[in-house]
């Protein structure tokens, strides 16, 4: 069953044993599909049911040049909880779609263009770089709910937990934003690092948005 089929079962108001049936592939055993509302958008994600698809070959390329793209350690800063596909979607129902919570695309805004995970926002890592010739960091961390303090560091107490992804285990760019926010003092309870990326989301046949 395609995203635009559960679309129209839940505007009728009937979605069906026989129509969750009809979907082979499932996210998990209990889960064939997560319907969520984000920022007044209608989302359905689920893997593609085309048993014979297979991956970009964007993302099916093995070995790039190390540095820069290298394998991520499993962790992207001390305390900073790796999670997976699962986590991160009950991310998205638990906090995004109850605005207590933002799925951080951290990819530069080329890839971001081509496709992104549902439910995501895109703050290119560089927009963190601690530094007082980057003119973005003020108004990025400050709509996050950061305060600058008089003594110039950041109070983040009342900021939302982030959850940043970039390409893959590979990609630098989500670890990258997380050092960064860490070195500005953003809690690292909440910062949350899908280390997969859009290379695992993809392998998946999870549900690819373009912006």
């Known amino acids: 069953m395609t995203a635009a089929k559960t679309i129209a079962y839940v505007i009728a108001g009937v979605i069906s044993a026989t129509s969750v049936a009809a979907q082979d592939v499932w996210i998990t055993p209990d889960i064939p599909f997560v319907e969520l509302e984000i920022n007044e958008t209608f989302i359905v994600i689920e893997r593609n049911q085309d048993n014979a698809a297979v991956i970009a070959a964007a993302f099916a390329k093995t070995s790039r040049p190390c540095p820069p793209f290298c394998v991520n350690p499993m962790s992207a800063g001390e305390g900073v909880v790796t999670v997976g596909e699962i986590e991160l979607i009950a991310f998205l129902n638990n906090n995004v779609q109850l605005n207590d919570g933002f799925l951080v695309d951290s990819r530069t805004e080329d890839f971001y263009r081509v496709g992104t995970i549902p439910g995501s926002i895109n703050l290119p890592f560089n927009l963190f770089t601690p530094s007082d ?47 960064n926010l860490m070195t500005l003092g953003y809690p690292v309870e909440k910062l949350l690092y899908y280390r997969g990326g859009m290379q695992n989301w993809l392998l998946l046949g999870l549900t690819l948005h373009v912006p």
């Open 133 to 179: 010739e980057n003119p973005f960091l003020f108004p990025v961390l400050s709509r996050l709910g950061g305060v600058l303090q008089a003594d110039g560091e950041w109070d983040f107490s009342n900021s939302p937990t982030l959850m940043l992804f970039c390409n893959g285990p590979w990609c630098g760019q989500s670890p990258r934003a997380i050092e």
